[in-house]
């Protein structure tokens, strides 16, 4: 794990502020605005930053970032314009996280190592890769740690005891909760809060949840059981719709975020 | 479960696996199981039998072709009768399986998607036999291609969902299957009719289609035939796989696979044993038709059932370990080959089997009277008539 990464993830296991995760479409809608929208929800609040490499068939991904990815596809953004994104980023930011993420087509397409050389140099922490599950992915986690890149791994409403148990001695930095797979989330506030607890007594590792968030109110809510969220659709939602204040109104949201996520917790007696 | 149990995903050399979301992982694994256990218990396997021969309609004929093949010269051409399964088309062996695992399962719902309409049209009516409900994907340019089949499926009280997406074949549909599943995986089997599918679907449809292969077998010894060549047309390859793997080793039978060659130009194609180079895609490493950034190519090819980017993972193993060939036949070759055997056996096949024959027309001449090939019959063409006529009139074949 990076150094920049491991102070995050020591944050909420010493009693600060909830982590929180903003993603955006690399190329969406060109390679040096993405460089603006990271620097933007970096300085609004984000803790860390989710890059989305985009996919022709980002399978699992909602129908937002689905449209996003079409509209990078046609920018046919490369593994270069990915460095070219974390080196701009970093160039102007040193303590936000940054995670590429994509399909495991596009990271075999320029190989395991290569991808964990160039994330490294370009200044990323780690990435995560939405259809490579924990039990196929060590080939690509070996070439990551030898960067001391982070492989993050992903938790689903369906995903077992045992199998929490083994990511958990084999991961190093923190888990994502997706509580859908692109579909609408059809979990239930006691289902969500139990799968919640079931983690708990698993692992320490912090868990970021990605579930749709898209307003401070929501993130607050969610927070109460685990350490932090994750929003991609909401902020794709808002590049969408672009015009010449797409900026403010990305800053606006992370920081909508930020201020409720470190608002005191409710009193719950 | 065993931790065992969670590190087997089913591998054809290094190509195979099981790359999907989390969220489907442990789904996935409980299909395994389900699938794993139903085979070592009799009773499924004398239960799938029956079904076979009363739903089915199995065996199905091995019919020779001795007008055409008198006609040709050379070799003699039989073909492997699986249009004339219930619903016309092989799927109807798949569905059967796929529903009798859902009861096993407890499961009342089989979700799948279709593109030329011929796996939906199974499902549903085995779903309607059985009363499991049938949910199915279908991309909106197969939706309006295909309307006989869907109006069948509508009749047969399946639910279509639409995909929207304006190209025909099912990699939408796909997707969105199984992302439907994702969120309803306790109440519904994901029912693929791709054989290149994360695992266990690519060993559970070799194993449920193994009787297509079995039964030519034995039909070939009883007439004291052993083919020169066995010939299957290859999408995304489960057909293929049912008829060839019981041939795949053998000494005196050559393995051949037929992809979609399109216009023949290598351009607009669907042949990822021929353009493609391995990657993942729809769950399992395989051939994929992919640019040099791992984007995903479109497939084209004038029959929508081999519409697909990429094959299952036998097909990348069998092609590189040379036990299978793997070529192409364009879409001009297959129009002609589906007219040839109307007007000299009555019989119309898909324009997906016609690709088949189509390669099998070409070998003939290369053998002598007592060489046979055995060509892989998917499916009826009775409902491409209407396309056929409408292709003769634009003078073209997309």
Known sequence: MTDRLQKLVARPGEGGPPLLMCAVVAGDPHVEATVEYLSTLADA???????????SDPTYHGAVIQRACERALREEVTWNHVRQIGEGFRQRNDDTALLAS??????????????????SEAGFDGT???????????????????????FVPFVAPTTPRERLEMMDAESDSFFVWTGHAGGEVTLSRRDFEASMAEFRSVSDR???SSMKISSGEEAAEVVEVTDGVLVGSAIVWLVEGRGADVGDRLGALAGELREHLDAPPKDQT | MSEASETTVGEYGR??????????????????TAFEEALSDDSFVQEHKEALARRVGRPTP?????????????????LKREDLCHGGSYSANLAVAYALLAKRMGREWLVGETSTGDFGVALASIGASMDLGVRLFVGRADLEAESLNMRRIDELGGVIETVDTSKRGAKAACAEAMRYWATHSSSSLYCPSQLASPDPYPRLIQRFLSSIGTETRSQTDERGIDPEYVVAPIGSGAFGVGLLGEFIGSESTQVVGVQAGGDGQGKKHSASLTYGKPGVFQGTYSFVLQDQNGQILSPSTIAAGLRTPTVGPQHARWAQTGDAHYVTATNQESVAAVRRLARSEGIVVSLEAAHAVAYGLKLLPTLGPDQHVVVGISGSGVHELERLAKLEAEGSSE
């Open chain 1, 45 to 55: 609040g984000a803790d860390m930053l989710e890059l989305i490499v985009p996919f």
């Open chain 1, 102 to 119: 994509s399909y495991y087509n596009r990271i075999l397409s320029l190989g395991h190592e290569p991808v964990a050389d160039l994330l």
């Open chain 1, 128 to 150: 995560m890769v939405t259809d490579l599950p924990w039990n196929e992915a060590t080939p690509l986690r070996e070439a990551l740690h030898k960067h001391d890149l982070s």
């Open chain 1, 206 to 208: 912090p868990i970021l």
């Open chain 2, 15 to 32: 190509f195979g696996g099981r790359y999907v979301a989390e969220a489907i992982w442990h789904p996935l694994e409980m299909v395994a």
């Open chain 2, 62 to 78: 091995l019919t020779p072709l001795d007008s055409l093949s008198d006609n040709i010269g050379g070799g003699r051409l039989l």
